[in-house]
């Protein structure tokens, strides 16, 4: 498998839509909390293993260059192939070509979304396409997806039927795309449309909610998602309080017993500042073991108690399905992290899960973010390599350290 270790970054736009903002700066340096956008960018390829950054300038790309240098500050190689502000985007990384490595991620910069650089390698490894974007359902996107990924259509005008994708300007590109190009003065969404007439084009979808500086009223929400937050994910049953006996359901509040280690645990990691979200598999109530009010009523008195502890709750996700609904929210599906992460604009490859289940690690990495396990070694026989916690522990104390450095 291929996993390239080079990216290259369209930096050149006018960002006319950015206006007054972009008058005097180019659009990949909005300040987003006093840090420019396209640092937010860079970090995030670098966590992901990138070693070596593009980025193609045009417009006040002197400012950009001044500010990132060679990269020494941030600890990654930095490149420039810098253009006149007319050419377009295809141009711009024509020009690059040089510099480009036979197989490189390639980003618009003005989207930001979770992602795994291993997850996308695999995906395009699979589909043994020139090109590979993430996408994301959206009712009136661009892009209408086959059933195994392939994009069938592309339309820029977003007119053809049953377009339910949008890309997200993350890519993972062959080299040989410049085989479709007949004239350079192209844009990189023309070429694209080539690529996917030829059966090119591979969309992996995410459920993950993206942000976007493409506009002054999504800035401010892309500013909110990306301050950092103290949120820790958690599951209910086994962590904050003990299990029922195999089969059977928490049912009244009498049966509701704390693990006194873990939850003076929570009151500590309170005082570092954090905040607690519940992600909770419910099936007694798909299984008419529980009524879904009952559960509720115990989670109210639940939530009450640790509050009067100092433990800030800020939701309490619940999913009520039977397993074989096949439901979306139930764990191992990451359904109810996407929908908290959307909710409390946190950043969920950022973020732990804490659970007591092998089945709550899958569900972490499935939503993209780290796990600590509570519980033994010997539980975990069955998760693969990258389903693993970052951390085995008897009880949440012993994790603490490892939560508040993070
Ligand atoms: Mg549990
Ligand atoms: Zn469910």
């Known amino acids: 498998m291929i996993i390239p270790e080079q990216a290259a970054i369209f930096c050149g736009g006018l960002g006319t839509r950015m206006h007054p903002v972009t008058h005097k700066i180019p659009k990949p340096m909005v300040p987003i909390n006093g840090t420019p956008f396209l640092e937010y960018l860079i970090c995030q390829l670098k966590e992901n293993g990138i070693k070596e950054i593009i980025l ?77 974007f993430i996408v994301k359902a959206k009712t009136t996107g661009n892009i209408r997806l086959g059933e195994n990924g392939a994009v069938e259509i592309y339309d820029k005008t977003r007119t053809a039927e049953n377009l339910s994708f949008v890309e997200l300007g993350y890519m993972l590109v062959d080299k040989c795309i410049f ?48 301050s950092p937050k103290k949120i820790l994910l958690i599951d209910r049953d086994g962590v904050i309080n003990k299990k029922a006996s195999r089969g059977e359901y928490i049912d009244s509040w009498d049966k509701f017993v704390f693990i006194q280690e873990n939850l003076q645990a929570m009151k500590t990691l309170s005082e570092y500042g954090f905040s607690f979200i519940i992600i909770s598999n419910q099936a007694g109530i798909g299984r008419n073991m529980v009524s879904e009010k009952m559960v509720e009523s115990i989670n109210e008195q639940m939530k009450k108690t640790l509050e009067n502890e100092g433990i800030k709750i800020l939701n309490i996700y619940v999913c009520p399905h039977h397993w074989e609904d096949n439901c979306f929210c139930r764990k191992p599906n990451p359904g109810l992290f996407f929908q908290a992460s959307r909710e409390w604009f946190f950043r969920i490859d950022k973020t732990f899960f804490i659970g007591d289940d092998p089945r709550d690690c899958q569900a972490a990495y499935n939503a993209g973010c780290r796990s600590i396990f509570l519980g033994k070694e010997n539980d975990l026989n069955n998760l693969s390599p990258e389903e693993r916690p970052l951390g085995v522990f008897k009880y949440l104390d012993e994790a603490v350290s490892v939560l508040v450095e993070q």
Not at 201 to 224: C, F, H, M, P, Q
């Open 179 to 226: 085989q479709y190009y007949k004239d350079k003065d192209i844009s990189f969404s023309d070429v694209i449309a080539k690529l996917v007439l030829d059966g090119q084009v591979a969309g992996l979808v995410t459920n993950d909610s993206y942000y976007s500086i493409s506009d002054s009223e999504r800035w401010k929400l892309a500013e909110k998602y990306l």
């Open 56 to 132: 193609m300038t045009g417009y006040l790309g002197e400012q950009i260059r001044e500010y990132f240098g060679d990269g020494e500050k941030l600890n990654i190689k930095i490149q420039y192939s810098h253009g006149p502000v007319e050419w377009e985007t295809g141009r711009r990384l024509f020009e690059a070509k040089d510099l480009l490595s036979d197989h490189f991620l390639l980003f618009y910069s003005d989207n930001f979304v979770p992602f795994s650089l291993k997850k996308l390698a695999q995906f395009y490894d699979e589909q043994k396409k020139l090109l590979c």
